[in-house]
């Protein structure tokens, strides 16, 4: 991979199977939520519909409401099988999102301001470029144990946040050896930074925010909270941050190249890192991994967190080195692979190395 001359923020603190199809061709769309015993006589758009709401427990106020969402689910099952057409080393189907049209998936989900714009912070300083020549084919962070468990952002577009926390647990646990989970509800309440040199970016809560400002948050404020002490919520709430309570905080910015060489480079030697996505995928998405031939790589519009790569089990030809990024979500367990997605690497697959947000050091407070 040749370098670029845009620049990425990295926090250095410091997503699919080929459908084979076998009777009734429903059936891999709803393999997920019916066991495999069940999966004989020919199935509906009305049983699917049935399995899916027993599944993720839905219940709808009217017949009304009830019929709408049973509209809006067979269109996901049409785009769902679109997705499988277009992104055919994923597996897509019914998840805990299908009955939320495209545009309700967003507003609740999703969360980065200004289209996810980046502008450099001004306390970022420009990382060194790192030796790639010894990279490990493989690489995870949850195996060393500095990723905490998935965590569910509920229907509020605090992405960013959850994020954020990911980068600074992280960093916290390379630096104390304690794995401590930080409170993305602080944030949530408390953070409304804005950069004025870009439209829309101002941190929001549930409307939305960026890492980068986050950071810049943390930094000023003096840091953050754990989870235990500062509850999320999931809604927009006042601020009632504590200073006395501080688990950990940043203490400067850096910046690191978009090439996916030194991105895989500073994830490796400085621990997981915040980075920005297209997310256009991910409603129907099941699981394996996500290698989409159309994705936008200009619009990122949901915050996640990078914890390694890898290539066991899917090694196409053209991608020899690190086949795939592991990304951990904030949608909970019972979304994608136990939560996580894994996004083919090698071409900014979904604007991936655009926007990869983080910090160079930080600071703790011993609890």
Same mark, same amino acid.
């Given at each position: 991979?040749?370098?670029?001359?845009?620049?990425?923020?990295?926090?250095?603190?410091?997503?699919?199977?080929?459908?084979?199809?076998?009777?009734?061709?429903?059936?891999?769309?709803?393999?997920?939520?019916?066991?495999?015993?069940?999966?004989?006589?020919?199935?509906?758009?009305?049983?699917?519909?049935?399995?899916?709401?027993?599944?993720?427990?839905?219940?709808?106020?009217?017949?009304?409401?009830?019929?709408?969402?049973?509209?809006?689910?067979?269109?996901?099952?049409?785009?769902?099988?679109?997705?499988?057409?277009?992104?055919?080393?994923?597996?897509?189907?019914?998840?805990?999102?299908?009955?939320?049209?495209?545009?309700?998936?967003?507003?609740?989900?999703?969360?980065?301001?200004?289209?996810?714009?980046?502008?450099?912070?001004?306390?970022?300083?420009?990382?060194?470029?790192?030796?790639?020549?010894?990279?490990?084919?493989?690489?995870?962070?949850?195996?060393?144990?500095?990723?905490?468990?998935?965590?569910?952002?509920?229907?509020?577009?605090?992405?960013?946040?959850?994020?954020?926390?990911?980068?600074?647990?992280?960093?916290?646990?390379?630096?104390?050896?304690?794995?401590?989970?930080?409170?993305?509800?602080?944030?949530?309440?408390?953070?409304?930074?804005?950069?004025?040199?870009?439209?829309?970016?101002?941190?929001?809560?549930?409307? =939305?925010?960026?890492?980068?400002?986050?950071?810049? +948050?943390? @930094?000023? /404020? #003096?840091?953050?909270?754990?989870?235990? *002490?500062?509850?999320?919520?999931?809604?927009?709430?006042?601020?009632?941050?504590?200073?006395?309570?501080?688990?950990?905080?940043?203490?400067?910015?850096?910046?690191?190249?978009?090439?996916?060489?030194?991105?895989?480079?500073?994830?490796?030697?400085?621990?997981?890192?915040?980075?920005?996505?297209?997310?256009?995928?991910?409603?129907?998405?099941?699981?394996?991994?996500?290698?989409?031939?159309?994705?936008?790589?200009?619009?990122?519009?949901?915050?996640?967190?990078?914890?390694?790569?890898?290539?066991?089990?899917?090694?196409?030809?053209?991608?020899?080195?690190?086949?795939?990024?592991?990304?951990?979500?904030?949608? =909970?367990?019972?979304?994608?692979?136990?939560?996580? +997605?894994? @996004?083919? /690497? #090698?071409?900014?697959?979904?604007?991936? *190395?655009?926007?990869?947000?983080?910090?160079?050091?930080?600071?703790?407070?011993?609890?």
């Amino acid at each position: 991979m040749k370098n670029k001359n845009i620049f990425s923020l990295i926090l250095i603190l410091s997503v699919t199977v080929t459908v084979t199809v076998t009777g009734n061709e429903e059936d891999p769309l709803i393999r997920q939520v019916v066991p495999e015993q069940e999966q004989q006589e020919p199935t509906t758009d009305h049983h699917h519909f049935t399995l899916f709401k027993t599944k993720f427990k839905r219940t709808y106020a009217t017949q009304e409401e009830h019929d709408y969402r049973f509209t809006v689910f067979k269109a996901n099952l049409r785009r769902a099988k679109r997705h499988q057409i277009l992104d055919p080393t994923a597996q897509h189907g019914v998840t805990k999102f299908s009955d939320l049209t495209p545009a309700e998936f967003r507003r609740r989900y999703l969360g980065l301001s200004g289209g996810g714009k980046i502008k450099l912070p001004s306390d970022a300083n420009k990382a060194p470029i790192l030796p790639t020549s010894d990279l490990p084919e493989e690489f995870d962070w949850r195996e060393k144990g500095a990723v905490t468990p998935v965590k569910n952002q509920g229907s509020c577009g605090s992405c960013w946040s959850f994020s954020t926390t990911g980068a600074l647990e992280g960093s916290h646990f390379l630096q104390t050896g304690e794995l401590v989970s930080l409170s993305e509800q602080q944030l949530v309440d408390c953070d409304h930074e804005c950069d004025p040199a870009e439209y829309n970016s101002c941190d929001s809560g549930c409307n =939305g925010g960026l890492m980068n400002n986050a950071f810049e +948050y943390i @930094l000023k /404020s #003096g840091g953050l909270q754990k989870e235990e *002490d500062y509850p999320y919520t999931g809604k927009d709430g006042t601020c009632h941050f504590d200073k006395s309570k501080i688990a950990a905080s940043v203490a400067n910015f850096s910046v690191v190249s978009t090439d996916e060489d030194q991105i895989a480079a500073n994830l490796v030697k400085n621990g997981p890192l915040a980075i920005g996505i297209n997310a256009a995928w991910m409603q129907t998405y099941i699981g394996q991994v996500s290698c989409p031939y159309i994705c936008s790589k200009q619009k990122m519009d949901h915050g996640v967190l990078l914890v390694g790569y890898g290539s066991a089990g899917y090694a196409p030809l053209r991608f020899k080195d690190k086949p795939y990024w592991i990304i951990k979500n904030s949608w =909970g367990a019972d979304w994608g692979e136990e939560g996580y +997605y894994k @996004l083919c /690497s #090698g071409y900014n697959a979904c604007g991936m *190395d655009t926007m990869v947000s983080a910090v160079v050091s930080t600071k703790f407070t011993a609890t």
